[in-house]
């Protein structure tokens, strides 16, 4: 995206509610919040919502990519240093106050243009193509759905061309006239005593035309915020917190720069049961003493639906991980599928009949507790 006039009047870092150094995670979370908030989905009718929504997204599509946010900061820097109150206002200090500064050089700087006074030109405007914004969206998905894949439709928001004026902004009948401003050169150029160059038309905005009778769908801004119902295929295996990117759906290019993706953000829902690690799936196995110290065999419940008999060894120690391969999750990378890690856990009965009271104190009787104690270096209790 190349520098903008309007870079010098807004504040993206307000917009978003965060600070000038925020890093960017924050500016992506403010973001995310931000937009939720104000979506047209959630806030159907609300003009100033949507206003809210078009602003947010304009101020992440600067502040939101590393490369242009640099930019822009710097264009906010030097233009607080150098523009002052342009037009008129004059540089803080006079013109002296920049000493040796080559001011051809800081304007190219600021304008992407290289040329000195007079000659940089605003690029500002329409022509160049740009890339559309990536749109960014959540998805939930129970468990099970995650280990399968699934395909599915979204909703999704973006902002592309007004098909009432086809992106022109001109009412229909009219169009786009040449801006008196500047005389369609997108620039005007400011006399300050020994210095003279050139700057974007405020008027026009750099684009070298202007809207005179502008389109009621879009207000003459060429663009409109368009509900889209998207297809998505998740793959069979995802992780909580993977991004799945859908090229191409994404906000629409502008002067025929190709358009952006939609990064469907994927958020797995807990099962009772089991649990992820990787592409191996978790599942506690609750025994009972004897079960353990005798052995056993048992039936679990796979993530598949079915169902695995397991063979627990006689003297089978609580937090043993017992593994049935390929049982797991299927791998996203590669093939095949990840293991069923089964955690052993010893359930101690929390009330016991007279019966069991009977045999359990039957057993304690026989319980050698003396290597304990040896290891703890505490007397045997009698
Ligand atoms: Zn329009
Ligand atoms: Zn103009």
């Known amino acids: 995206m190349a520098p903008q006039r309007e870079w010098l009047e807004r504040d993206y870092y307000a917009t978003l509610g965060v600070a000038k150094d925020a890093t960017a995670d924050e500016i992506k979370k403010a973001y995310r919040r931000l937009a939720r908030e104000h979506h047209p989905d959630a806030r159907p009718d609300d ?29 906010r820097r030097l233009g607080a240093a150098g523009f002052g109150g342009m037009p008129g206002g004059g540089f803080p200090g006079g013109p002296g106050g920049f000493g040796g500064a080559d001011l051809g050089d800081l304007l190219g700087q600021m304008f992407g243009a290289g040329g000195g006074p007079g000659r940089g030109r605003a690029r500002s405007g329409r022509g160049r193509p740009r890339r559309g914004a990536d749109v960014e969206t959540d998805l939930h998905l129970t468990f099970e759905d995650a280990l399968s894949g699934i395909s599915t439709t979204l909703n999704v928001t973006t902002d592309g061309p007004c098909t009432t004026c086809k992106g022109s902004g001109a009412a229909p009948g009219s169009s786009r006239v040449t801006c008196t401003g500047c005389g369609g050169t997108g620039e005007t150029v400011v006399d300050q005593g020994m210095f003279s160059f050139a700057q974007p038309c405020g008027r026009c905005g750099g684009a070298g035309t202007v809207v005179e009778t502008p389109c009621r769908t879009c207000s003459g801004s060429g663009r409109v915020l368009t509900p889209r119902r998207i297809q998505v295929r998740i793959p069979a295996g995802v992780r909580d917190g993977a991004t799945v990117r859908v090229a191409g759906r994404g906000q629409a290019g502008r002067d025929g720069g190709p358009a952006g993706d939609v990064l469907v953000r994927v958020r797995v829902a807990d099962h009772p049961l089991f649990g992820r690690r990787g592409d191996d799936v978790t599942l506690e196995l609750p025994l009972t003493f004897a079960e353990a110290a005798l052995g056993t065999t048992v039936a679990v419940p796979t993530p598949a639906g079915a169902s695995r008999r397991i063979r627990i060894p006689a003297g089978t120690q609580p937090g043993k991980v017992l593994r049935l391969r390929g049982e797991g999750a299927p791998r996203t990378r590669g093939s095949g599928s990840g293991d069923l890690l089964v955690t052993v856990r010893v359930e101690v009965p929390e009330r016991l009949d007279a019966e069991q009271e009977r045999l359990v104190r039957e057993l304690a009787g026989h319980d050698d507790t003396s290597r304990r104690d040896a290891t703890f270096g505490v007397p045997t209790e009698a």
């Open 47 to 75: 003009a100033r919502a949507e206003a809210r929504f078009k602003e947010i997204g304009e101020a992440y599509a600067v502040v939101g990519d590393p490369a242009t946010r640099k930019e822009y900061d710097e264009l």
